[in-house]
Each structure stands twice: as structure tokens, then as C-alpha cells.
């Protein structure tokens, strides 16, 4: 894989020179109209997806997404990867603004941003072996390798962890983890400088989980890839990501480094998250599980002001009135943003959270192996 390191070097170099991050997202927004009407057909509503975003990813840096189900992760590394158009906002890679770009302005970017798709049962086409799904996206961006596009092929089903002669099989004929490293292979075939994984693990089982993770930490420290890492398991993301955003209902709510956000979360909806997390130590009976009550709201019909109001305990008539704007809070370490009116006591929540506090023990015990 040594050969492989050069390839990362060209935008880490870019970037440090211009020094701007890799990516570079600000006020990025996603409507999808809501149409309706008798005879004739008109935009009723929209579903606001994503809402004014805003974040930036370094070369060779993780940043984990998390939230809820329906809060707009997903959506938000599809804009990423341009395979939605944003309603607004920008997209810088490297400086350049892609949030608009045309299709042809994206062909030369388009090998350098790769996605990792949930699901590696539906991803992967089921009438093409593993070497057309691999060498596909060279076919499509006419590259060819030195040494062939088979032995590439056959390279990268090495480096994730495959036998090269899996390379006439079928999909059908792989376990759900093998599959998803014949995705990530796919995702590694034209050398990308940032990958956009939604939830590559969240359909498989637990030990598989482990293996996947692992092996897209080794690429990122072997290629100096850096990640956009979609998941709702606090305890990955935690394991995987440098820094790591919150959202809630299409909103960041909350953004720092892993270990002040796991260590002093300030919000209370991540405070609500991090405490839901299952403690392995049975004898902490003293855990305080905040349960939030009643739904996500419609996000076709978000609440006024501050989105999470409606099931916030802390929640007061300013929330209603007033969006509390993403600044970092007078407390917080350097980065650590915060969209509240009324946070938490950082100290007081870690102390409340069995998440954080597991994660300090298995980052200790890390240690003390090395």
C-alpha cells in the first residue's frame, strides 16, 4: 500500500497551502417540494431536509454526523457528493464552490469525492461480477492503470481484506460484510481524497461491524483519506471520528472535537443522546436516562425557533421565539459550537453520561497496551 500514500499527497499539499480545509460547507439547505392539487398540479409545501449547515473536514480527517433517524444525515452526504442538487448554500472542495457546478465542471472532482452506501445488499448490482463492479467507476471516468484494470481490481480486493479470486463472483455469492468491503473497494477504485460513508456498518451484525470500521481506519491512516462518517451508534462514531457534528431535524445543533463533545456535551439533545447509550458496567445503577418525550416533528412544519423546544426540558419562551445560533459557549473548549439558549453544564453532563465515561476507560485501556 505504499504506493498508494502518494496519491493523498496532491490535495493534503493543496489544502495546507491555501489553508483551507478539504471540504468546506456553509448554509448548505435541501427543500424537497411537496406537491398537490386538483387539476393542476402546484408546489403546496416543502420537506425542509437540511437546513443552513454548516462545517469543514481537513485533508486526512474524519467528521462524524449523528442524530436520529429522519434528522438529515443522510441527505446531507448525498448534497456532499452531488448526487442531490442543494436548494442552497455552498460546497467548497478545495476552494472550489461544486454546489452548483454543472456536469461537466463536477467530471473532474467527481473521482476524487466517493461514497460508501448503507446497504450492502442493495448497492451492489446483481447481475455484474465484483471486477465490473470494481473497475466500473475507471470504465466510466476513462481510467486506466498501469498495470491493468484487472490487476487494480484484484489490488483492492487485497487491501480490503478479499481474495483476488473472488473477482468473477456474484454479489449474491458474499456475506453482508464482504459486501461492503467489495463497496469500499469500489469507493477506493479512483483514488479518493474524501469518502462520504453513510452508515457502512449499520446493517450488519456486531463483530462486523468491528472489521469494517477497522479496516476503513487503517485506509484512512495508510491513504490520508479523509471521511464524512454517517452513523446513529454513538459508540463508533466516537471510535472512528476526530470531530463530530450533531443534528437534529436538518439542523447542526451541536460540533467539536470527539473529546470535548463526548466529554462536556453542552447541548441537551446530545446530553439526551449520549445518556441513552447502554453502560456495560451493570453496577452504574446511578446513570440518569433522560427519556425524551413525544416525536421528531414534521419537518415539513418545523417549530419556530429552536427545533428541539418541543421536547426539551430546559425549553423556556425564548426557544419559541429565537434561534439560538451555533457559537461556541463561554466554558467550552476551542471549536466546541453549540446552537442553545439554555445548555447544559458540560462537566455536570459527562458526569451523567455512561457513554463518555466508558469511552475514558476503553481509551485508557488502549493506552495502556500501546
Known amino acids: 500500500m505504499s504506493a498508494e500514500k502518494t496519491v493523498a499527497a496532491p490535495a493534503e499539499a493543496k489544502a495546507a497551502a491555501t489553508g483551507s480545509p478539504l471540504l468546506e460547507v456553509s448554509g448548505l439547505t435541501k427543500h ?3 406537491m398537490g392539487g386538483f387539476p393542476f398540479r402546484r408546489q403546496i409545501g416543502a420537506v425542509q431536509a437540511v437546513d443552513d449547515v454548516t462545517f469543514s473536514v481537513a485533508a486526512g480527517e474524519s467528521l462524524g ?12 452526504g448525498r448534497l456532499i457528493t452531488r448526487l442531490y442538487e442543494p436548494t442552497a448554500g455552498s460546497i467548497k472542495y478545495l476552494g472550489q464552490d461544486i454546489a452548483h457546478a454543472s456536469r461537466k465542471e463536477l467530471a473532474p472532482i467527481r473521482s476524487e469525492i466517493q461514497m460508501i452506501f448503507q446497504d450492502p445488499y442493495s448497492s451492489l448490482n446483481p447481475r455484474h461480477t465484483v471486477g465490473t463492479i470494481i473497475s466500473g467507476p475507471m470504465e466510466i471516468n476513462n481510467i486506466n492503470p498501469p498495470q491493468g484494470r484487472e490487476a487494480r481490481v484484484k489490488e483492492l480486493l487485497e487491501i480490503v481484506g478479499l481474495n483476488p479470486e473472488h473477482y468473477n463472483r456474484f454479489p449474491h455469492e458474499f456475506s453482508g460484510g464482504q459486501r461492503q468491503r467489495i463497496g469500499v473497494a469500489r469507493a477506493l477504485a479512483l483514488n479518493p481524497k474524501l469518502i462520504v460513508a453513510d452508515e457502512p456498518v449499520s446493517a450488519l451484525d456486531v463483530s462486523i461491524q ?31 471520528s476526530q470531530r463530530v457534528a450533531v443534528m437534529y431535524l436538518g439542523k447542526v445543533v451541536e460540533i467539536a472535537d470527539r473529546d470535548s463533545l463526548y466529554g462536556a456535551p453542552r447541548h441537551p439533545y446530545t446530553h439526551a443522546l449520549l445518556s441513552a447509550a447502554p453502560d456495560a458496567d451493570p453496577d452504574n445503577v446511578s446513570v440518569e436516562r433522560i427519556r425524551l418525550t413525544g416525536d421528531v416533528p414534521s419537518p415539513l ?15 423556556q419562551d425564548k426557544c419559541a421565539t429565537e434561534e439560538p445560533p451555533l457559537i461556541q459557549l463561554s466554558g467550552s473548549a476551542e471549536g466546541h459550537l453549540t446552537a442553545c439558549h439554555f445548555p447544559e453544564d458540560g ?24
Do not use: M, Y
Not at 469494517?212 to 463508533?236: K, M, P, T, Y
Not at 412544519?301 to 425549553?315: D, I, V, Y
Open 32 to 34: 424537497f417540494p411537496v
Open 347 to 370: 462537566a455536570k453532563a459527562a458526569a451523567l453520561v455512561p457513554a463518555a465515561r466508558e469511552a475514558e476507560k476503553t481509551d485508557t485501556a488502549e493506552a495502556d497496551q500501546a
Open 210 to 240: 468491528a472489521q469494517v470500521v477497522n479496516l476503513l481506519q487503517e485506509l484512512q491512516r495508510e491513504l490520508g483519506i479523509a471521511f464524512v462518517f454517517i452513523a446513529h451508534d454513538l459508540s463508533i462514531v466516537r471510535h472512528f
Open 301 to 315: 412544519n418545523p417549530p419556530s425557533g429552536c427545533r428541539f423546544r418541543t421536547r426539551c426540558w430546559k425549553a
Open 65 to 76: 454526523l449523528v442524530g436520529e433517524s429522519g434528522c438529515g444525515k443522510s441527505t446531507t
